[in-house]
């Protein structure tokens, strides 16, 4: 595991939001893709926030209507990034001591992918099982 960085294991293409998208599409997204939070990017590609189901969940709890708000409205601002060359080691101890579940992997300022909990466990573990389709 010393030898791993964000690069070996993250996850690309990335999906994220624009601020003006709307909090609903947003929504979506995340069912879609099955997880649970989604970087926000400006048009240069660098992360600016990170929207999670619990920022929409609290949101529709203040009455608002997620069609009429935005990812802007809702995100996170305050949000942790690692670099490409980040060591596995450290982006779990990043993860566990900000309680984060994925965090998003840049590369010259820039979005480049997405490390989650389950990406790290699933690179130290050698798959017993298979799906083919």
């Known amino acids: ?5 964000a690069s070996d294991i993250m996850i ?11 909090a609903r599409d947003v929504t979506l997204q995340l069912l879609n893709g099955f997880y649970s939070g989604m970087p926000v990017t400006d048009e240069d590609g660098k992360v ?3 929207v999670t189901e619990f920022d929409l969940l609290e949101a ?7 069609v009429k708000i ?3 409205d809702v995100m996170s601002k305050e949000v942790s990034t690692v670099d490409v060359d980040t060591s ?12 984060i579940i994925r965090i998003p992997v840049t590369e010259d300022d820039k979005l480049v992918g997405v490390v989650a ?3 790290i466990l699933t690179s130290l ?8 389709m």
């Open 125 to 132: 573990i050698e798959p017993e099982f298979v799906t083919y």
């Open 70 to 72: 935005t990812a802007g």
């Open 48 to 50: 600016i926030g990170v």
């Open 88 to 99: 596995v080691s450290d982006i779990i101890r990043i993860m566990k001591l900000k309680n």
């Open 60 to 66: 529709v709890m203040e009455g608002k209507q997620l």
């Open 12 to 22: 690309r293409p990335v999906v994220s939001a624009r601020k003006n998208a709307s």
């Open 1 to 5: 595991m010393k030898d791993l960085k």
């Open 117 to 119: 909990r389950c990406d």
